[in-house]
């Protein structure tokens, strides 16, 4: 079982974390979590709740560090709603947060997708396929979701492994 995740405040206010794996590495999560972070994110964008920018400090397989900042004002306010629920200080917090922030970013560049959600007046509602893949598929080194492979796992069932 790897180390806990280590969490301090810089001086100048940005939250470090040291994760002792790789993106790749973090644990699925639950869909209905997933569902629920997405909730809490948008409520808190609402709301203006900003958050402090977040600087992870992951641990590659070979012992290199990979840094990812979270410094957008956006990915900074969605981070800090997940950390009030979730605690990113804990590997299931911090990979439900990446998975939160990496279904937005695929959602925006993958046009295919566009019939897996729905714009509705009150913000956006996810399909469930869409939910189960984001929960329980790898993130990438670059803490994102491969394109291609989401592509893959939607053409094809998804068994619930996660319980929702």
Do not use: K, N
Request: charged content about 20%; aromatic content about 4%.
């Amino acid at each position: 079982m790897p180390a806990p995740i280590r969490v301090a405040r810089a001086p100048d206010g940005v939250l470090a974390y040291a994760v002792p794996l790789p993106p790749e590495a973090l644990p699925p999560v639950a869909p209905r979590d997933l569902e629920a972070a997405w909730d809490h994110a948008r409520a808190a964008a609402a709301a203006e709740r900003w958050g402090a920018p977040r600087r992870l400090l992951f641990l590659r397989a070979d012992g290199t560090p990979q840094e990812l900042v979270l410094a957008d004002t956006d990915a900074a306010c969605w981070a800090e709603a997940v950390d009030a629920r979730h605690d990113l200080g804990t590997l299931s917090g911090l990979s439900l947060c990446l998975r939160l922030l990496a279904l937005v970013e695929v959602m925006t560049r993958a046009r295919w997708l566009a019939g897996l959600y729905s714009l509705t007046p009150d913000g956006i509602d996810l399909h469930p396929a869409l939910l189960r893949a984001a929960a329980s598929m790898p993130l990438d080194a670059a803490a994102r979701f491969d394109e291609t492979g989401l592509r893959r796992l939607l053409s094809r069932p998804i068994p619930s492994g996660v319980s929702a």
